[in-house]
Structure formats: structure tokens, C-alpha cells
């Protein structure tokens, strides 16, 4: 797979620390496929994977482990799924984005939609997974001024990422679109709809 460096973090935690995403991606999936015994959760991010152990006792054989994993070759690792998500293209900024990238609306829609995403990572609310893969011609800045309140299944763009809001929250991305689909569910297994590492594809519903 790749070079691991494994740190401590705090009495139950170990963090992997990896050379790409593509490597985290590959050590989470692999660890999830392992089962292994005494590991709580696993969080990858853009370039680490936090392992957490349900006793401080476990963590020692598991950091063994992931040692093992992490230097194994990356196809090891299951093919990743494919989430589909209808979107209406009726966002309060789908016409500004057609301006600032000098493409009509239709065609903004048409390489949104066209892209196969990969989620890099979950942060900034539960559930709410950054989408890389999104064309280079709709790369637009965050807006000056982020709203205060971005109703939740508001599908957005900024920078090279796109993403669902799973609800409400404040934001200052562009919005071009919502969705009905459940981002986030605590009741679910997982909550999370989308997962580090799963391919997304966005399906123009009208």
C-alpha cells in the first residue's frame, strides 16, 4: 500500500498517518474488511486514518495490525460503491455559477451531472462528505458573504469540491441544486450516507 506512520492519540487511538488519499482510502477499507478485534471506529481523512480501540489494552495488537495492513498491496481493498443522487437543478446560485464560468445554465448542469465523485472525507457537519472529481470549469470561489442558513439536501459546488448539505446549516458555497435524499440519519447504519472513499454520481432529475 504505502509508508504508514502510526502516532498516538490519546489512551485509545492511534492515528495512521499515509502519503495520499488514495492510501487512506485503501488502509480504511482494508481495515473494515479485516474486523478487526477491539477497533471502535475508523476515520479516514485526507491523508491519515484514526483508529479507535474500545480499550486501551487492545491498542497495542491493533496498531500491530494496521502496521501489517498498511503495507499490503492497495488491491487488497474492496471495490468502492456507488452512491446515485437525484438532483433538481433549481439552486438560488445555478445562474451565477453559468456567469462566472461563461457556460449557460444547461451546460453547467450537464457537467455537473457527467462527473463520477469520490467523497475524500467527512468534516465540517455529520454526514456532510467532500466530492471530489467535479469538472475544472465549474471551479468557482466561495461566495464573498456565506449564508446563515443553508437548507439541508442543498447540493453545492466551491472550489474543486462539490457536496450535500445534510442540513441546516450556515455555508458559503454555491448552491445549484437540492436533493431529497437522506445525507445524514443518526437512526441509520451507518448514519452517514456517503462514506470516505465511495464513488457518487449526481442524476439530473429535471
Known sequence: MSAAVLR?????AVLVE??????AHALSASILAAELPGVLDVVPAARTVLVTVHRADQLSRVATRLQQLAREPGDAAPEPATAAIP???????????????SLSTAEVIARHSAATYTADFLGFAPGFAYLSGLDQSL???????PRTAVP????????EYS????????????LIGHTDTVMFDPAADP??????GMRVRFEAVR
Open 8 to 12: 498516538p492519540s490519546g489512551e485509545r
Open 18 to 23: 499515509l502519503d495520499s488519499l488514495t492510501a
Open 87 to 101: 438532483v433538481v437543478y433549481d439552486g438560488a446560485d445555478l445562474a451565477e455559477v453559468a456567469r462566472l464560468t
Open 139 to 145: 471551479h468557482v470561489p466561495r461566495l464573498d458573504s
Open 152 to 159: 439541508a439536501g442543498a447540493v453545492a459546488i466551491a472550489g
Open 163 to 174: 457536496a450535500v448539505y445534510p442540513r441546516t446549516s450556515p455555508g458559503g458555497w454555491h
Open 191 to 196: 448514519p452517514a450516507r456517503l462514506q470516505a
